[in-house]
Every structure is written in C-alpha cells, then in structure tokens.
C-alpha cells in the first residue's frame, strides 16, 4: 500500500492527536497546509509557538493571561469584593460576555472527578481559600457547569467557604430563555422549581 512522504504523515500524525479531529480531518487539514503559501503556513507555526511561549496563568486568579496578572485583575474598575468561580478560562469569557457581571474571578481549572481521578488539590482550591483569607471579600459565586461534577465541586467549595463567614451563592439554572414548560425536559425543570425565587 502506498504511504504518505514521511513529512507528509508526521503532520498528519501531529494533526490527528488534536481534539476533535479525526484521520479524515488531519488529512484534509494537511492537503490544505500543503497548498497554502509559505509565508500563511509559517504564521500559523508561529502563532502556536507565542502561545506556548508567552501564554501561562495569572498570578491571582489562573486566567489565561501574556502578563503577570490578567486584565481583569489588573483592571482597577473590577468589584475585588465578589469573586465568581468558574472550572475553566472558557467559562470566564462567557461570563464576560454577558456585560453584567463586574466583580472579578478565579479559575479552578477543571471539576472534581473521581471517574478521572481529579481530586481538590489538582485544583486551584487552595490558591481560592488563600484569597478569600485577605480581608474585603464579601461573596463567591460559584458558576460550575450543573453537571454531576460541576455540582459536586459546587458543593465541596460551598462546605469550605461558608465557615468563613462568607456568602456563597451558585448560578441559578433552569428554564432557557424563551423556552415552553411543556418543551423542558423533568430534570431540567425540576431544577427550575428548586431554583425559583421571590417576585
Ligand atoms: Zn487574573
């Protein structure tokens, strides 16, 4: 059977380990790369090189970030008395996106998993409990994912954080916006009757 030049199936093979990306992929990712100009195919290199190179984690909080501290950390306009939890930096820029929210953040980078053998202190708990130590926290919002893990890890932070006298608070999460009661499915609407509120 013919094979690929040996060039040729290393970056198919490099390609391949990416997630989501199937033999298929790779090797139309590959016959693309091939055509491209060298000049696009070195940008491409080069962009991948600055961020393993110039990307690593805020000193505070565990965003992402090319400083010292992140933007939002540095950012003097940000509420350092709220702090909202999240699993990862993806979460962070939803939460962002929402233009609502105005306090600041820590990443834990990943839930609780037995399954997968994350335990707490693969996270960034203790960095978490080493902030709400300084005084002027007033409240945390813990926004995991309402999966099984993300509420298990809701719970683990809710059990350390609340002896500190602090306010703990987790997303609301229920019915979609726009949705119908008779188109939301038992566990989600369930979750809507434990989450309901005072009008
Ligand atoms: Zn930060």
């Keep these: 059977m013919a094979q690929y030049a040996k060039p040729l199936a290393r970056l198919v093979g490099e390609l391949e380990r990416l997630p989501g990306i199937g033999p298929k992929s790779a090797q139309r990712m590959a016959f693309h790369l091939l055509r491209i100009p060298t000049e ?19 000193r505070q909080c565990f965003n992402l970030t090319d400083g010292d501290l992140c933007e939002l950390c540095r950012d003097p306009r940000r509420d350092p008395s709220v702090i909202c939890v999240v699993a990862e930096p993806r979460d962070l820029l939803a939460m962002e996106r929402t233009n609502e929210y105005r306090g600041s953040y820590h990443v834990l980078q990943g839930v609780i998993s037995p399954q997968e053998g994350i335990l707490p202190d693969m996270l960034r708990v203790k960095e978490l409990l080493a902030r709400l130590s300084t005084p002027g926290v ?3 919002i813990v926004a995991t994912n309402p999966t099984v893990e993300g509420e298990a890890t809701a719970l683990y932070l809710a059990r350390l954080i609340k002896p500190l006298g602090l306010r703990v608070t987790r997303l609301a999460h229920g019915l979609p916006a726009g949705g119908e009661l008779d188109y939301a499915d038992q566990a989600t609407l369930i979750s809507a009757l434990n989450w309901r509120r005072e009008m």
């Design 138 to 140: 007033t409240e945390v």
């Design 40 to 58: 696009e195919a070195r940008r491409l290199a080069d962009a991948i090189i600055e961020v393993k190179e110039r990307i690593h984690f805020c």
